[in-house]
């Protein structure tokens, strides 16, 4: 998948795109990120990119020019699947991320200042929050929305790690993990754990996964229903 990153802050994602899972990602060429500043395609005296609001008020609203002449340089014919990240957008869920893993190529815009010209906003295809909070800007929601999504590829997670995923746990809370030793400071691993029972493992997880997510998010269990 391809992944192109509209932003004002490119040296932002550097550390998350290019390190640990997402790092072999792209090397294993299963992702690829191209990073876009749009200050560049400002056509301004001192490349400007946000203006003061028509009607008034506080802030800074990202001008249309700079964001339409990206688009055209990167995404001219609209092949790519364009997502806005903002904080009025659908909110990011498990089956949202799944379903944007299989686009072929994404166009990722992010925001800053107070807003963008909703003009800009108008060529998308969909707007994406990542919660009721409001950010500074779309960056950190952009690498959340790529980690996040970037989980459903094939190949992305190592062998082990996807099984999980995929498997009784889904849509629920994890179970307690533990590692060695088996007794820290007086702390003991269950002894399901050590027994070597795969099924009685099994089941106690499955048990464990339910019982955290009824205590800590029962709401999860209604949606599951
Ligand atoms: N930009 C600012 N806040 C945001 C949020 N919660 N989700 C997506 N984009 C945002």
Redesign the pocket.
Known sequence: MKIDILTLFPEMFEGVLYSSIMKRANEKGILEFVLHNIRDYSESKHKNTDDYPFGGGAGMVMMPQPIFSCLDAVDKDHTAYRIA???R?DVLTPDLAKELSQKDSLLLLC?HYEGIDERALSVMDRE????D???T??EL?AMVLIDCLSRFIYGVLGSEDSNKDESFSYGLLEYPQYTRPAEFRGMKVPDVLLSGNHANIEKWRRNMALEETRKRRPDLLEKLK
């Open positions: 990240l903002t904080p957008g925001g994406v929050s990542i919660g909070y409001v950010l800007g779309g929601p």
